[in-house]
């Protein structure tokens, strides 16, 4: 039996249920008005995407790097983080969740490089938090690195990343294309740092040597590909102190042209926070300044995530403007938007214009496939993305266009199904970035903590896939969906539900898994999607909506458990609509709780994040899942009942 813990309990299920505020056909009406507000005038939507606070610790690690320690911009990311502790003084990867060993130290450390005395009460208690952690002997690998960057640990006690990762030829078992895309933009620009090992004084008082816990042991990985890796490990750094590395120079050289490569048509190397501030630091710690166009480039795509106000200063991850347009275009057509309303031939020629047109990393892996789909940002041509190209399809399948446009988006589409033909996995699932990135020995490497070093197929994606392709004319009966049909239902779990990789947690795994089957004609009556059903029942808070922390990725009793959210709740009601449970009373109350949450402007707020980034590492809040995702459920919903029973 599942157990929620008794402060989540309180939290998730209020004595009375809210009242509806609207009709359903006013609500409806208010949130397509609230989004179609919000589009831009090129066409497209793009909100806010707020990580946690390792993002503003790290931009000021990165400032300080560069010599730009002493801006207002520090003062403000410090300020941020003042504002983020958590009462017990550490900081955690969602906001109400436990305080974690990384986003503490790197916190604390941040903060004394801004400035932050060591004996200020807020300091006191970030130190206690860090030490009762662990301290720094219990920081992963990637925050060790950056301690030693500003001597405050032994480089020989980071894990070695060396350069010559590059040369290693793709019939290798342990190659760069072994590991997912992310990995691998994050990792070639970390074996610079970690080839040249730049180094940058800190005053005295601005170390954290009382961070260090004498004695503590972090748990380690056990088992024979473990022991393997972590002597290859202890290998390479006896080889690097007797300094033989033949190959060194042309590693180095290979390395720098495949980041330099990338960082074109890119907002960023990989057009995410953590490869951008790796490349800045080790092409500085080659001897490249900031008047390198790839430094520059960086530097520009940095000060592109930043998000300053008045006080305080945040760092998204990346931007989400495909995402945000795709989806919302979905939740507007699906609600019943005048499909001559001019928003959609806007959004449409946006997204056609972002078609990938160039081969990017896949392409190692899927190489006589043709070019095409979608990726995740504004630009990052080298790497377009198995979940925004079929979200892509499957809103462009749902619009009606005409003329030049028309014809554009039948080609993009035809392309993109093309594309995502070549990129289904062995197994029949698809992946985000790569097919068949799934080799779990990966997971063992000595640098590989950051519990995202492969990319496998997911149950999530894979459905959008499926979906999209029958959405788009592709059979059902087609070898690729049901191939893709036959992966989901071998990933169903014993109580019905289905794990989300990209959104949290089981109730967004529950819902595509359920959408996806529904469109590709599986009868959902039977014994194994009821088990489905009677899970999401299973956890309806009394409130009429759902939620899931993502405390559930790492504790099994949490799963489908948590404080209910506009985003879990439209989740929830879409799995069971797709079910064929309209007329339900689980799905009526859920229908009343979000037209008694919704604000007077039309949209919603989610309090707590829903959005996944690495399971139990990084988290996610998209401020526009809690409007475009109740749109789209209440809109599925009110096509149920029916125009007449309105």
Known sequence: MSVVRSDEARASRPATPPAPARTLDEA???????????????????????GDTILASEYILTMVFIGRGASSKVGKAAESLRRT???????????????DVNPTVKGYFALKLAGDTEGAAHMARARGA?????????????????????????????????????????????NLYEMSSWTRAIVVPLSLIWAFRPHREVPLEAGISELLVPGFVPLRKTGLWSTFFNGADRLLKMVEARRLRPFRWLAVRRAEEWVRARVEKSDGLGGIFPPIINTIIGFMAMGYGEDDPTVASQIRALEELEIEEEETLRVQPCKSPVWDTVLTLNALADSGLDPAHP???????????????????????????EIGGWYFEYANEFYPDCDDTAQALTSLAKIDLDGELAARSRDACRRAISWL???????GGWASFDKDCDSEYLTHISFADHNAMIDPATVDITSRV???????GVSPASPAVRRGVAFIRREQEEDGSWYGRWGCNYLYGTWLALAGLSVAGEDLSVSWARRAVDWLLSRQNEDGGWGELPASYSDPERKGHGPS???????????LLAAGEPGSDAVGRGVDYLLA???PDGSWTDHHWTGTGFPEVFYLRYHLYATYFPLQALGLHRQSLGASAR
Not at 30 to 39: G, I, K, S, W
């Open 466 to 472: 499926v979906e999209a392709f029958v959405r788009q």
């Open 421 to 427: 033909e070549g990129m289904q996995s062995r197994n």
């Open 130 to 174: 860090a030490r009762r952690l662990g301290g720094i002997e219990a920081c992963n690998s990637f925050t060790r690195i950056y301690l030693a960057i500003f001597g405050q640990v032994d480089w020989e006690d980071c894990p070695a990343v060396p350069p010559e990762l590059v040369l290693f030829p793709t019939w290798f078992p342990f």
């Open 85 to 99: 502790q958590l009462p017990e003084g550490g900081w955690g990867t969602y906001p109400g969740g436990p305080a």
């Open 597 to 599: 949450t919704q604000s």
């Open 343 to 369: 928003v959609f031939e806007s959004a449409a020629h946006w997204i056609v214009d972002k078609e990938v047109r160039d081969p990017g990393d896949w392409r190692v892996k899927a190489r006589d496939t």
């Open 565 to 575: 959210t506009a985003s879990q709740t439209a989740w929830a009601l879409m799995g």
């Open 28 to 50: 409806i009406d208010a949130a397509q008005r609230h989004l179609v507000d919000l589009q831009a005038a090129d066409g497209h939507w793009c909100a806010e995407l707020e």
